[in-house]
């Protein structure tokens, strides 16, 4: 039963993922307000991947599985939209592609993640290869072009010490630490995956 709902809920994400993508390539400028929301309830439903590992349905890491998704939590549910405000308060065009980069990053990450965990019994070897190395690439991209920028943006609608101005510059400080423990993580999970293809 477990590997029935967890193939159901891996399709799932694999299919939101998939049009989140094509979404961003129609929507990114002239709607950006409706791919914020879409992208912002693919994310939200992300949460029960960490109740999978919670409950040991899947295998993973209870801390970096959280850091990861609380941290897209809160871009999306806050960061994105006070960004919004500070890009078209300031004109910052340049900013949209944060958007972009960030997004991209994170469709297609999840998009080789849940597609690998479909075919976890015999992956081909492309997805095996994508599944380890791709965030090599796609975790610098979002996280440093994405993700810190929209935060910084996000933190620039507020007066300094404005109890928002300091939560956003909290979670930009976690960035320090949390940004190369969950790189590493991926390190050693590409590591033992190819200590066990040996």
Excluded at 86 to 107: D, E, V
Excluded at 117 to 124: D, G, I, S
Aim: one cysteine or more; hydrophobic letters at 50%.
């Amino acid at each position: 039963m477990t590997l029935v709902y967890l193939s159901i809920y891996n399709a799932i994400q694999l299919a939101l993922w998939s049009l989140g993508l094509l979404l961003l390539g129609a929507w990114a400028l002239p709607k950006p307000d409706s791919l914020d929301l879409y992208i912002c309830m693919a994310q939200s439903m992300m949460v029960l991947d960490i109740v999978h590992v919670a409950l040991g349905l899947t295998r993973g890491g209870l801390l970096t599985t959280t850091l990861q998704i609380l941290s897209r939590l809160i871009v999306v549910w806050f960061a994105v939209h006070d960004s919004r405000t500070t890009i078209a308060a300031r004109s910052y065009s340049w900013a949209h592609s944060c958007f972009i980069l960030m997004y991209s990053s994170w469709a297609f990450a999840e998009i080789i993640r849940y597609s690998y965990y479909l075919k976890k019994n015999e992956p081909p070897k492309w997805l095996k290869w994508l599944r380890y190395n791709a965030f090599h690439l796609l975790y610098p991209v979002g996280v440093l072009a994405g993700e810190v920028p929209i935060i910084y943006l996000a933190r620039m609608v507020y007066q300094p010490y404005d109890v928002f101005w300091l939560g956003y510059s909290i979670v930009l400080l976690l960035y320090v630490p949390g940004f190369p423990i969950l790189f590493l993580h991926m390190v050693k999970q590409r590591k033992r995956a190819s200590t066990a293809k040996q």
